[in-house]
C-alpha cells in the first residue's frame, strides 16, 4: 500500500494521537514489536485495540460468566462471577492507565484477558487440574491463558491462535511467571496486575456480607475496613448500615486507587525515564503504599480466614472439587468422550494434558451437566 493511501494517513493519525496523549513512558503502538505471524496494519484501529477485539470474541472470555469468582452460582445471583469480575479489574485498570497517561487499549486487553485460563469451580477447579497433571508439569490459570490464546482458540485461516502483539502476551507472560522473571513487565502490565487486587479485596467482602458469610461488625475489626468506614463516616454524617456497607466498597476501591497513583506517579518521577525502553527494572512501580499494602495484607488474611475457609463455601467446593476429578479420570480412561479436536490434539500433548485442556475450558454449569452425563448416570 502505498505510504499517500488514506489508510496510511490513518494509522499516522493514531500514533500521533498517542503521540500526544500518553506519557513517554507508555507503551506506544508504533513502538510495538509486532506479532508472530506478520498481518497488514488497519486504518482503524491500532494493535492492542485489535487484540483486545480478538480476546473479546473468543469461547474462553464469553464462558467467563458462567465461571466460579469465589461464590458459585448455586449460592445466590448478586455475587461476582468470573466476568464480572474482569469488567471490574478492567474498569479499575483504564482509570488508573488514564491518569498515568498510559496506553489504555494495551491495559484493557490484558485486564479482559487476565482470568480467560480459570477453569470451572475458580481455584479450586484450578487445585484439582495440578494435583491430575503432576507428572505432566501442573496446571496454572495463568499459564493456561497463553494456551488458549496461542493454541486452543483458533479462528483465523492464516495462523494458529490469536496472533496477539508481543506486548500483550509479554503481560500475560510476567503473570504465569512472576517468580523467576527479572525485569518487570510494561507500567499497563503492572497496572493490571495492582487492578486485580483492587477489584477482588473490595468485592470478595462486599460479596460475603451479602451472602451472610460475615457481618458489619467483624469487619470492622480489620484495620482497612475500619479506616474506609472511619472515612465515610467522616463524609456523610453516620448513615445506616446498608448504605454504609456500599459507601465503604466505594470507599474501599477509591482510596486504593488514589493511593496507587501517588505511589506510582512518585516512582516513575524518581526514575524520570524518557521512554518506555528505559523503563524495564527488576521493581514494579504500579505499587501501593507501604501502609495501605500492610492494611491490604491483613484483609487479604481476614478473608482468607473468613471467606475463603468458611464450611459453607469448603463444602461446595469440596463437592466440585470431587466433581472435576471424578470427570478427568472418566474422560482420560474414555478417551472417546472427548471432542474430535481434543482427541487429535491428544496425540502431540498427550492424552491427560488434553483431557485438563477440555476441562479447563468448561464453564460450572457444563462441567456438572456432563458429570451427570457420565460419571452418576
Ligand atoms: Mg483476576
Not at 48 to 67: N, P
Not at 171 to 182: D, I, L, P, V, W
Not at 248 to 263: A, G, R
Request: aromatic fraction near 6%.
Amino acid at each position: 500500500m502505498p505510504s499517500n493511501h488514506p489508510a496510511w494517513q490513518e494509522l499516522e493519525t493514531i500514533e500521533r494521537r498517542e503521540s500526544v496523549l500518553l506519557a513517554p513512558y507508555a507503551t506506544h503502538s508504533s513502538q510495538s514489536k509486532g506479532r508472530k505471524y506478520q498481518e497488514h496494519a488497519q486504518s482503524y484501529r491500532g494493535p492492542f485495540q485489535r487484540d483486545r477485539d480478538r480476546i473479546i470474541h473468543t469461547a474462553a472470555y464469553r464462558r467467563l460468566s458462567h465461571k466460579t469468582q469465589v461464590f458459585t452460582s448455586q449460592e445466590g445471583d448478586y455475587h461476582r462471577n468470573r466476568l464480572t469480575h474482569t469488567l471490574e479489574v478492567c474498569s479499575i485498570a483504564r482509570t488508573v492507565a488514564r491518569a498515568l497517561r498510559l496506553n489504555e487499549d494495551l491495559v484493557e486487553v490484558m485486564a479482559l484477558m487476565h482470568d480467560i485460563g480459570h477453569p470451572p469451580f475458580g481455584h479450586s477447579g484450578e487445585d484439582v487440574l495440578k494435583e491430575c497433571l503432576k507428572e505432566e508439569g501442573g496446571f496454572s490459570h495463568n499459564q493456561h491463558a497463553l494456551r488458549i490464546v496461542e493454541e486452543l482458540e483458533s479462528p483465523y485461516l492464516e495462523f494458529p491462535g490469536l496472533n496477539l502483539s508481543y506486548e500483550t502476551l509479554e503481560g500475560q507472560c510476567y503473570r504465569a511467571n512472576k517468580q523467576s522473571m527479572k525485569i518487570c513487565p510494561s507500567l499497563e502490565a503492572q497496572v493490571v496486575d495492582a487492578a486485580d487486587s483492587i477489584a477482588y479485596d473490595s468485592h470478595d467482602a462486599d460479596d460475603a456480607l451479602e451472602l451472610g458469610l460475615l457481618n458489619i461488625e467483624q469487619l470492622l475489626t480489620v484495620p482497612m475496613w475500619r479506616n474506609a468506614a472511619d472515612r465515610v463516616q467522616r463524609k456523610a454524617h453516620a448513615p445506616t448500615n446498608s448504605p454504609l456497607r456500599r459507601a465503604v466498597i466505594h470507599e474501599l476501591i477509591d482510596w486504593q486507587v488514589k493511593d496507587l497513583l501517588q505511589t506510582a506517579t512518585e516512582q516513575i518521577t524518581q526514575r524520570d525515564t524518557g521512554c518506555s525502553n528505559n523503563i524495564e527494572t527488576q521493581k514494579s512501580m504500579v505499587l501501593q503504599s507501604v501502609e495501605l499494602q500492610q492494611q491490604k495484607t491483613e484483609l487479604e488474611r481476614f478473608l482468607f480466614q473468613h471467606v475463603y475457609r468458611h464450611p459453607d463455601v469448603v463444602k461446595i467446593r469440596d463437592r466440585a472439587q470431587t466433581a472435576l476429578h471424578e470427570l478427568f479420570d472418566k474422560m482420560v480412561d474414555h478417551i472417546e468422550y472427548l471432542p474430535e479436536s481434543f482427541r487429535h490434539r491428544a496425540k502431540t500433548v498427550g492424552v491427560r494434558r488434553s483431557v485438563c485442556d477440555y476441562l479447563a475450558g468448561m464453564t460450572d454449569r457444563f462441567a456438572w451437566r456432563e458429570h451427570k452425563r457420565l460419571c452418576d448416570p
